[in-house]
Nanobody, 114 residues
Framework: QVQLVESGGGSVQAGGSLKLACAASGYSFSSCGMGWFRRPPGKEREWVSGITRDSKTNYADSVKGRFTIFRDNAKNTLYLQMNSLRNEDTAVYYC????????WGQGTQVTVSS
């Protein structure tokens, strides 16, 4: 069965960095596009970044230039390097797979404070 397990969140001061990871199992990871989403407090879940199976990437305007998405197919793991964090990046972060629509992990909390 499909499993997506996010990790790496935490509390950080504005301007700091965090690296999130998403360990995937139960489907052919290397054959699928992947994405990161987030749900800020009191708001709807929003798309953050995506990566194709060929590692082409794209980003929401709000994170472009600060976040980097990448993948390690040998480890079935997706990553999100987050730099220059801002208060508005505070959210629960989730990963998702194009080949496993509707499956979500438990998410990982990122809290950015001034």
């Amino acid at each position: 069965q499909v499993q997506l397990v996010e990790s790496g969140g935490g509390s950080v001061q504005a301007g700091g960095s965090l690296k999130l990871a998403c360990a995937a199992s139960g489907y052919s990871f290397s054959s699928c596009g992947m994405g990161w989403f987030r749900r800020p407090p009191g708001k709807e879940r929003e798309w953050v970044s995506g990566i194709t199976r060929d590692s082409k990437t794209n980003y929401a305007d709000s994170v472009k230039g600060r976040f980097t998405i990448f993948r390690d197919n040998a480890k079935n793991t997706l990553y999100l390097q987050m730099n220059s964090l801002r208060n508005e990046d505070t959210a629960v972060y989730y990963c998702a797979a194009t080949c496993a629509v509707g499956y979500w992990g438990q998410g990982t909390q990122v809290t950015v404070s001034s």
